[in-house]
């Protein structure tokens, strides 16, 4: 159990840091904040993939699997949010 939590926070830094860099602008993040962006971008990327193209995604115990593009837009997604909410 702990390894797979584990496992998804490090592929949500990944993921998290990649679309950190991506989208231009300062982002006051620490380590665990991008994890969970990451993380919350490969959630939000997979409803999105499964609404637009339902049936396509594959679900592994009832949670859609994205692939890596989509949870990489997912968090560019979620990132460009947050941004406007610390504006607003």
Request: with cysteine.
């Amino acid at each position: 159990m702990e390894r797979g939590i584990i496992g998804w926070l490090v592929i949500g830094f990944i993921i998290g840091g990649i679309a950190r860099l991506l989208t231009p602008g300062r982002d006051q993040m620490g380590c665990l904040a991008t994890s969970l962006l990451g993380i919350g971008g490969s959630f939000l990327g997979g409803w999105l993939g499964e609404q637009l193209f339902p049936g396509r995604q594959g679900y592994f115990g009832g949670y859609v699997r994205p692939g890596f593009l989509i949870s990489l837009a997912g968090a560019i997604i979620l990132l460009l949010i947050l941004r406007m909410i610390r504006k607003g």
